[in-house]
């Protein structure tokens, strides 16, 4: 079976200086899968990070749309560029990153925590040590093998209880009425939602199984673009989008894309895989966009034994915005 | 105000369990239908 992930994960973090010296970050983390390579990010980030010497970082707007289009198909850097843009001009203003978004419309949100893909036994154990620490909603990391997946969702709800959220994904690991079996039958076990359950570019396939399971249906891979999701809302493709702030090219292109669900009454959801930085910035997001309308998946900065960002933890499985200038936390390196 | 410096830093973030892993679905499609 093929795999992603393991022990390291690569990212850059950008750093604009005022001339008054105050500073604005951005975090660019590196998905081969979704097409980033280190070489790449690195190249676009200091070739157009040079350029921004001499701008206003208030002018987000022009200076993002220049970058969407020379740097077409870059988003991991296009993302660092915008969010250290947003957080820097919030810190000249002196107020929080969510501010320049729209203002709160809520300051907490519950966390998902993902369980990795193991063995039923150990994915078990994962879940019951963080429900230990607090957390009530999981997601289930599949492999599209439905006898090992209802095995894992089962053993997974008999040791954790009733009382907490169960999500799953697939990451496009079944076929479209393969799917709709294992998810009828993951019915019994209080599945809530069930992220990218076929290929990405299979989008009359996800339709399929929205229309026929019960449990709330999502795109990831299938949602990478704001172009894709704007196909994805108008064929009413699946329930819910998970943005990414750091592979959708930032928190521009990401309010853009919940106005697209919106419009078309499609939930959002946010997750991050990266830095605190990561999960700060994308905090900022869920706490100005109305139409999240579920726990996100930002807790797992947790996972790494050196992020190099701190000012932001999980309390009791809940994460809070923070309060202070531009993303609100603090890098050191 | 204008921006007078940039940098970039390149980091590698190091998981506490080195074997986190996810499904690549569109690589290896192992599907099988149960019959139980």
């Given at each position: 079976?093929?795999?992603?992930g393991?022990?390291?994960?690569?990212?850059?973090?950008?750093?604009?200086?005022?001339?008054?010296?105050?500073?604005?970050?951005?975090?660019?983390?590196?998905?081969?899968?979704?097409?980033?390579?280190?070489?790449?990010?690195?190249?676009?980030?200091?070739?157009?990070?040079g350029?921004?010497?001499?701008?206003?970082?208030?002018?987000?707007?022009?200076?993002?749309?220049?970058?969407?289009g020379?740097?077409?198909?870059?988003?991991?850097?296009?993302?660092?560029?915008?969010?250290?843009?947003?957080?820097?001009?919030?810190?000249?203003l002196?107020?929080?990153?969510?501010?320049?978004?729209?203002?709160?419309?809520?300051?907490?949100?519950?966390?998902?925590?993902?369980?990795?893909?193991k063995?039923?036994?150990?994915?078990?154990?994962?879940?019951?040590?963080?429900?230990?620490?607090g957390?009530?909603?999981?997601?289930?990391?599949?492999?599209?093998?439905?006898?090992q997946?209802?095995?894992?969702?089962?053993?997974?709800?008999?040791?954790?209880?009733?009382?907490?959220?169960?999500?799953?994904?697939?990451?496009?690991t079944?076929?479209?009425?393969?799917?709709?079996?294992?998810?009828k039958?993951?019915?019994?076990?209080?599945?809530?939602?069930?992220?990218?359950?076929?290929r990405?570019?299979?989008?009359?396939?996800?339709?399929?199984?929205?229309?026929?399971?019960?449990?709330?249906?999502?795109?990831?891979?299938?949602?990478?673009?704001?172009?894709?999701?704007?196909?994805?809302?108008?064929?009413?493709?699946?329930?819910c989008?998970?943005?990414?702030?750091?592979?959708?090219?930032?928190?521009?292109?990401?309010?853009?894309a919940?106005?697209?669900?919106?419009?078309?009454?499609?939930s959002?959801?946010?997750?991050?895989?990266?830095?605190?930085?990561?999960?700060?910035?994308?905090?900022?997001?869920?706490?100005?966009?109305?139409?999240v309308?579920?726990?996100?998946?930002?807790?797992e900065?947790?996972?790494?034994?050196?992020?190099?960002v701190?000012?932001?933890?999980?309390?009791?499985?809940?994460?809070?915005?923070?309060?202070?200038?531009?993303?609100?936390?603090?890098?050191?390196? | 105000m204008?921006?007078?410096?940039?940098?970039?830093?390149?980091?590698?973030?190091?998981?506490?369990?080195a074997?986190?892993r996810?499904?690549?679905?569109a690589?290896?499609?192992?599907?099988?239908?149960?019959?139980?």
């Amino acid at each position: 079976m093929g795999t992603g992930g393991g022990g390291q994960k690569h990212c850059f973090i950008v750093k604009l200086t005022s001339e008054s010296g105050l500073v604005g970050l951005g975090y660019a983390g590196i998905s081969a899968h979704h097409g980033d390579s280190l070489g790449g990010v690195k190249a676009a980030l200091e070739t157009y990070t040079g350029l921004l010497i001499g701008e206003d970082p208030s002018n987000i707007e022009k200076i993002s749309e220049t970058f969407s289009g020379v740097l077409h198909g870059n988003e991991a850097a296009q993302a660092a560029i915008d969010v250290a843009l947003h957080d820097l001009h919030a810190k000249i203003l002196g107020v929080p990153m969510y501010a320049l978004l729209g203002g709160l419309v809520r300051e907490e949100i519950p966390v998902i925590r993902i369980l990795s893909l193991k063995e039923p036994a150990k994915m078990v154990a994962n879940a019951v040590k963080l429900v230990e620490q607090g957390y009530f909603y999981f997601k289930i990391k599949l492999n599209g093998n439905q006898a090992q997946d209802l095995q894992r969702v089962k053993e997974i709800r008999n040791a954790v209880g009733e009382a907490i959220h169960l999500t799953v994904d697939a990451n496009q690991t079944y076929l479209p009425k393969v799917a709709i079996a294992t998810l009828k039958r993951m019915e019994e076990y209080g599945v809530e939602l069930c992220e990218q359950p076929v290929r990405a570019d299979d989008w009359e396939g996800l339709a399929t199984v929205t229309r026929a399971v019960d449990c709330l249906v999502e795109a990831h891979e299938s949602a990478l673009r704001i172009e894709h999701i704007y196909g994805l809302v108008k064929m009413r493709a699946v329930d819910c989008i998970n943005i990414k702030i750091d592979q959708l090219g930032g928190i521009r292109k990401a309010k853009i894309a919940a106005a697209i669900c919106k419009l078309g009454n499609v939930s959002v959801r946010a997750g991050s895989m990266g830095s605190r930085l990561s999960a700060a910035t994308t905090m900022h997001f869920v706490a100005s966009t109305s139409n999240v309308s579920y726990a996100c998946e930002l807790g797992e900065y947790a996972g790494f034994l050196n992020d190099p960002v701190s000012g932001l933890e999980v309390e009791k499985g809940v994460l809070r915005v923070p309060k202070g200038p531009g993303i609100g936390v603090s890098l050191n390196v | 105000m204008k921006i007078a410096q940039t940098e970039v830093i390149l980091k590698e973030l190091v998981r506490e369990d080195a074997d986190w892993r996810w499904a690549r679905g569109a690589v290896a499609r192992n599907t099988v239908l149960s019959s139980n």
